[in-house]
């Protein structure tokens, strides 16, 4: 995870986008990388709505839930649930400045595409590079340096 490399804010990105596939991956499993990830990134409200996730979640102990609010209760007490910082970018299509991670524009409904390497949406399709192996995209400044697919680990071609 790219977390382990020292690229928080990217696996927070990464993680957040991981909900638009709950129904293929254990929601249990995308909000603790969620959380981990959020609260690793310091988006401290972040990390508090994926608490609240894993603690709303239907199929887990009294014990799990117990765990999971006492581990909320000590990360928020230390840290307020707010968010240190939200990089924002303008949206091509009806130039509303929109935060980062998201996948669709909240005004006017375009959709981007997500950049593998960062989690940041893909604004422009001329700047982006695609993977013959998985077809997901990914900005060329992110991918220039990288030799495989971050997704799917095709090999790619010397730039």
């Known amino acids: 995870m790219m977390s382990f490399s020292g690229y928080v804010d990217a696996a927070m990105k990464t993680c957040l986008h991981l909900r ?12 603790s990388l969620l959380a981990l990830s959020s609260c690793a990134n ?20 009294d014990e799990e839930r117990e765990n999971y609010e006492d581990l909320a209760m000590s990360i928020f007490l230390k840290y307020p649930p707010k968010d240190s910082r939200s990089n924002r970018a303008e949206c091509t299509n009806c130039e509303t400045m ?12 375009t959709k981007f595409t997500a950049c ?15 993977c013959t192996g998985c077809r997901h995209s990914a900005l060329h400044q ?9 997704l799917c ?5 010397s730039h």
């Open 20 to 31: 638009e596939y709950e129904t293929i991956i254990p929601a249990r499993d995308i909000f």
């Open 142 to 150: 992110d991918i220039t340096m990288r030799s495989h697919c971050p």
């Open 116 to 130: 593998v390497v960062t989690g940041r949406p893909i604004m422009d399709n001329s700047a982006a590079w695609t």
């Open 98 to 109: 929109i935060p980062d991670w998201v996948s669709v524009c909240p005004s006017c409904n």
């Open 42 to 61: 310091r988006a401290f409200a972040t990390c508090s709505k994926a608490f609240i996730k894993l603690e709303g979640l239907p199929n887990i102990t």
């Open 153 to 157: 680990h095709t090999v790619i071609p």
